[in-house]
């Protein structure tokens, strides 16, 4: 079976993200985003605030009573998670700077901090998370798991699971993922950059962040290639005191 390879250039979750959205990323629908939407639910913020919403699949699984908020700096994502929630939506910021302090009762990032390139803007986007969040308000950051990047899960696999060599202590690396959408015969391969778990964890308490809770996640056992031993995301759960 022959799959349509869609090569991304760097920038293409500001300029051509709609050929992300377009696919069905089993993954994120049956595992990742019911997860975090668990959680956020559980918490019952009256605030909440999706940091790089993307189209706003996640958020649309939430409690329809929670007041909802987005940032992203991809102007096609924005428009998507805008008519896919429309009411819904109290807010909707297009800068960081613009972001409210001492707001949000649960801060989410999903899949956000694999996109970013250099530690100036990885610090920037964690102070950003910490500055919203309202005293004692919970911030949940979802990644793809930076211990396992060498293996193959349900719908997507990285360049480290062919031939490109794994250098788990090379911070910012970057490295292509593939996405395959069996139900419509495409794939899609885009850069993401490697930073390891304790860069991350370090950065949230440097930061100001208490980390709480940390979730490692199993794949998609609904898909027959699902990976049985490694999981493909973690998530890390931290307040705000």
């Excluded at 949940?140 to 699971?161: G, K, N």
């Excluded at 056992?221 to 031993?229: D, L």
């Amino acid at each position: 079976m022959v799959l349509k390879k869609l090569e991304m250039e760097k920038d293409f979750w500001i300029n051509n993200s709609t050929d992300y959205t377009e696919l069905l990323h089993t993954s994120l629908k049956n595992v990742l985003h019911p997860m975090t939407v668990k959680i956020i639910n559980d918490t019952k913020p009256k605030k909440y605030l999706d940091y790089g919403c993307g189209d706003g699949r996640m958020t649309e699984m939430i409690d329809k009573e929670i007041p909802i908020s987005l940032f992203d700096i991809s102007e096609e994502m924005l428009e998507q998670a805008e008519k896919r929630l429309g009411n819904r939506i109290e807010s909707v910021y297009r800068n960081i700077n613009d972001i409210p302090s001492n707001t949000f009762d649960v801060v989410v990032s999903s899949l956000v901090f694999v996109c970013i390139d250099n530690d100036k803007d990885f610090t920037t986007a964690m102070q950003a998370i910490l500055n919203a969040l309202a005293i004692n308000g919970k911030a949940v950051i979802a990644l793809t798991h930076p211990c396992f990047r060498q293996y193959s899960y349900s719908d997507y696999f990285t360049a480290y699971t062919n031939d490109k060599p794994f250098d788990y202590h090379k911070e910012g690396e970057p490295f292509e993922v593939t996405i395959h959408d069996e139900t419509k015969k495409l794939s899609v391969t885009f850069t993401d950059y490697h930073w390891t778990l304790s860069y991350t964890i370090n950065k949230m308490i440097q930061t100001g962040l208490n980390i709480e809770n940390i979730i490692e996640t199993e794949d998609d056992k609904s898909v027959s290639g699902f990976n049985k031993q490694f999981p493909p995301f973690i998530i890390l759960i931290a307040n705000k005191k």
